[in-house]
T-cell receptor
Framework: DAGITQSPRHKVTETGTPVTLRCHQT?????MYWYRQDPGHGLRLIHY???????DKGEVSDGYSVSRSKTEDFLLTLESATSSQTSVYFC???????????FGSGTRLTVV | QQQVKQSPQSLIVQKGGISIINCAYE??????FPWYQQFPGKGPALLIA?????SEKKEGRFTISFNKSAKQFSLHIMDSQPGDSATYFC??????????????FGGGTRVLVKP
């Protein structure tokens, strides 16, 4: 996925621990998004950013926080991981025209 | 709260057949309707997209049909090939700037093309 990198690709963590996922882009796109993908639910928006330090909630934001201190990085933090947050997390970027997203390769998170 | 409903959840088609996936939306404040294709272990990738002022768009074997009055749009995969086996997502983009260019996705359709 040219221009967008997610890390880590896989993570197993224990219930109650904080977890941070990183999304890094080299496209200088304004918009960045975090989605989670679960069977039967498609892709659901967690949080998004429309500029440095400008973020807003999506439809499933409870238990998650985000930060964007520079254009290229968008961090997703699970403040206290729960088993219900076991999922595949995708970051996406979009330019100002919003013609479409470019997705990262995803992070598979397992909370045990 | 789902504003974009997608059907079917899964689809099996023979090689050379036509795959049809349908989506319906509930909010008229959408201005762009893309389809994404996702292979296992990969992120979704933009396949084809349409704007509401157009009723049909074709790119190779992939066609989107759009019915604005019915708030429905569909993806047709003609001459389906085993390499088309993937999960497909429809989506809709919020119209207003306040919507932040956000896409709302359907639940996905897993397509399996049998040789």
């Amino acid at each position: 996925d040219a221009g967008i990198t997610q890390s880590p690709r896989h993570k197993v963590t224990e219930t109650g621990t904080p977890v941070t996922l990183r999304c890094h882009q080299t496209e200088n796109h304004r918009y960045m998004y975090w989605y989670r993908q679960d069977p039967g639910h498609g892709l659901r928006l967690i949080h998004y950013s429309y500029g440095v330090k400008d973020t807003d909630k999506g439809e499933v934001s409870d238990g998650y926080s985000v930060s964007r201190s520079k254009t290229e990085d968008f961090l997703l933090t699970l403040e206290s991981a729960t088993s219900s947050q076991t999922s595949v997390y995708f970051c996406a970027i979009s330019n100002a025209g919003g013609a479409g997203y470019t997705f990262g390769s995803g992070t598979r998170l397992t909370v045990v | 709260q789902q504003q974009v409903k997608q059907s079917p959840q899964s689809l099996i088609v023979q090689k050379g057949g036509i795959s049809i996936i349908n989506c319906a939306y509930e909010n008229t404040a959408f201005d762009y309707f893309p389809w994404y294709q996702q292979f296992p272990g990969k992120g979704p990738a933009l396949l084809i997209a349409i704007r509401p002022d157009v009723s049909e768009k074709k790119e190779g074997r992939f066609t989107i049909s759009f019915n604005k009055s019915a708030k429905q749009f569909s993806l047709h995969i003609m001459d389906s090939q085993p390499g088309d086996s993937a999960t497909y997502f429809c989506a809709a983009r919020g119209l207003s700037k306040a919507a932040g260019n956000k896409l709302t996705f359907g639940g996905g359709t897993r397509v399996l093309v049998k040789p």
